[in-house]
């Protein structure tokens, strides 16, 4: 596996106590970085602490910040508390999301505004805060879905609100470019992870294996190298969706 340099920069990533954010803070920390550890709720405070100690394992400083980013103010708070554990920001990744599977007619006006606020919402501020609080020559990453290159039912609020991060992802892009700063995101395909299983069949799950080379859904593991290489030696790729998932989707 191609080795990635992060040593002496300071990572910061959103929902970054488990699963894939997980993973890619413990390889943050493996390519010598220091990692500010966001998670949402006490239900994954057992994670995020076990993500920390990981971290920390690897000889680079670690903090964890709880924060509800679907308020801005918060994403404000979660940039300047990851600053002054951490120092200033190079690559900021937001893995934050929640998926949905309804269909329309039977969709409510509160889960309408939870699914936006959760992906697209706390997604804009994001960057927001990104432009604000980066250091010149930063990356900031993050994680979309391959339905936006699908024609599919059932997830209209989850596609639709992780869409509009694409024209985010361009706008920001060139907002930021003249400091230096690169945008992406990364489009994985469904992840063999807790938060893809709730909302399927046992048969749909495995017509989603079969869309995907090997017969299987997308890993973790697929992905935080990708995430690593945007970070690193991939900076020139900006302003772009990165359509990660073994085949599931395309356009």
Known sequence: ?????????NVLIAGGAKNLGGLIARRSAE???????????DSSRAD???????????????????????????????FTEAEAAIGTIDVAVNTVGKV????????????YDTMFDVNAKSAYFFLKEAGTHLADNGKVIT??????????????????????VEHFTRAAAKEFADRGISVT??????????????????????????QGMGNRL?????????????????????????????GYTTR
């Open 218 to 246: 997308t890993h973790i593991e697929d992905i935080a190298p990708i995430v690593l290489f945007l970070a690193t030696d991939g900076w020139w790729i900006t302003g772009q969706t990165i359509f990660a998932n073994g």
């Open 100 to 111: 949905l599977r309804k269909p329309i007619v039977e969709t409510t006006e509160a889960e």
């Open 143 to 164: 994680i979309v879905t391959a339905l936006l290159a699908a024609f599919t039912d059932g997830y209209s609020t989850y596609a639709g609100g992780k869409s509009p």
């Open 48 to 78: 995020a602490e076990q993500t920390l100690a990981a971290v920390e394992a690897n000889g680079g400083k670690g903090v964890l910040i709880q924060a509800d980013l679907t308020v801005p103010e918060n994403v404000t708070r979660l």
């Open 1 to 9: 596996m191609t080795e990635y340099t992060l040593a002496g920069k």
């Open 185 to 210: 995101s990364v489009a994985p395909g469904p992840m063999d992870t807790p938060f893809f299983y709730g909302q399927e069949t046992p048969e749909r799950v495995e017509f989603h294996k079969s």
């Open 31 to 41: 390519a010598g970085a220091n990692v500010a550890i966001h998670f949402n709720s």
